[in-house]
């Protein structure tokens, strides 16, 4: 992430995706690279791959693979700048966790990309079972009780106050499911697994910088992939983009709202968000819509099966000349927008802003980012 990139436990993954889009910016979007190689005294090996041992604290040849893994850990962390004192803490005593493993092997891409469908896929479902009358409910007390926080952030971010909370109700229930894994641990064991190593070796990394900056051990809790906090941003995140949002000097995005708002407001932001525009409308699709004609022609750099659910970039001015004219808020004749079909989404089609391209950095999933404008909507009552 920002990513950014899940996310999440397994019920928050289930929460988050929709079939066949199991992508999460702030965790999944991240390519594998060889390994960063630290210059040090004596290598060891780890799950085949080599790395060298830190200078001042060899490794005894019966050492486990995860202790010697730990001993290279040292190494990279001294590397980066992290106190002394942080890695005598944390390191020595970190313990490999078997679930995040397991957890993370179940996301595993399966099948040829190539033979994916992109046929529009119904919306209904997913509704049905994530945009529900508790959810709407408890946005819309939490809307309203902390509009004067809400308000304020907006003036100083220009994002949704509704988007904000929606986001907030998908990413944790409205911080009542945050994630029980240590970050600590959950990190460390999935890059000493290997198959994202060193992303999560750089998040792992980001953690300490945390414990460096004063946030407490026992606040890095979060989901078995390093996400943390009413956010659920992984540590890199947490680093580059939390904010205060009452004002206190602070932000903290465990235990305070304000500062999750404001976080998720900086997130937006960062991620293009542009101001006293809709992520969205709903229009009416004519039965004469040239699909090929609107197609886009554009390789998606990342998350094929989302990206390529989208139409080319055409003004308002210009969907409306082909019969495609929107039914709810209005948008500028001059907007740049794209289409989507959203059968069960409220909707037969959509179209949709820059704004819904930065929710799928918060998410690479259309029936993510669909469900977030949707309860925004139903919250904001809109």
């Excluded at 965790?27 to 080599?50: W, Y």
């Excluded at 486990?64 to 040292?74: C, D, H």
């Amino acid at each position: 992430m920002r990513f950014k990139a899940g996310l999440m436990m397994a019920g928050v993954v289930a929460l988050a995706l929709g079939p066949a889009e199991a992508q999460n910016s702030r965790i999944l979007d991240k390519s594998d690279f060889p390994a960063v190689e630290v210059a040090q005294a004596q290598p060891v090996t780890v799950h085949r791959q080599t790395y060298p041992a830190p200078a001042r604290q060899p490794v005894a040849q019966s050492a486990s693979p995860f202790e010697q893994y730990k001993a290279y850990l040292v190494g990279r962390a001294r590397s980066a700048g992290v106190r002394e004192a942080t890695i005598s803490a944390t390191i020595p005593h970190l313990r490999l966790n078997q679930r995040a493993m397991e957890l993370d092997r179940a996301q595993r891409p399966s099948g040829n990309p190539a033979s994916i469908s992109y046929a529009p896929q119904s919306f209904g479902p997913y509704v049905e079972r994530h945009i529900t009358s508790s959810l709407i409910n408890r946005g819309q007390s939490r809307y309203s009780s902390h509009w004067g926080n809400l308000s304020r952030i907006q003036a100083r971010y220009g994002v949704d106050p509704s988007v904000i909370m929606a986001i907030y109700g998908k990413e944790t229930s409205y911080g009542s499911v945050t994630g029980s894994f240590d970050l600590l641990d959950a990190l460390a064991s999935l890059a000493y697994e290997g198959r994202r190593r060193t992303m999560f070796e750089e998040e792992f990394i980001s953690a300490l910088k945390l414990l460096d900056q004063g946030v407490q051990r026992w606040q890095l809790k979060g989901s078995y992939a390093g996400a943390t906090g009413f956010p659920q941003f992984m540590p890199s995140v947490v680093l580059r983009l939390r904010a205060d949002g009452d004002g206190d000097g602070y932000a903290d995005i465990w235990r305070n709202e304000a500062d999750a708002f404001a976080s998720i407001a900086n997130y937006l932001r960062d991620a293009g968000w542009k101001a006293n525009i809709p992520w969205g409308v709903p229009v009416r699709v004519p039965s004469t819509l040239n699909r090929s004609a609107i197609q886009s022609r554009l390789t998606p750099p990342r998350c094929p099966a989302v990206y390529r659910r989208h139409s080319r970039w055409l003004t308002v001015a210009e969907w409306r000349s082909l019969g495609v004219v929107p039914t709810g808020r209005g948008l500028p004749d001059t907007e740049l927008v794209m289409f989507m079909e959203t059968p069960g989404a409220y909707a037969p089609g959509y179209l949709l802003t820059t704004n819904y391209r930065a929710i799928l950095e918060y998410n690479c999933s259309n029936f993510y980012a669909m469900g977030v404008g949707l309860l925004a909507n139903a919250i904001a009552r809109r």
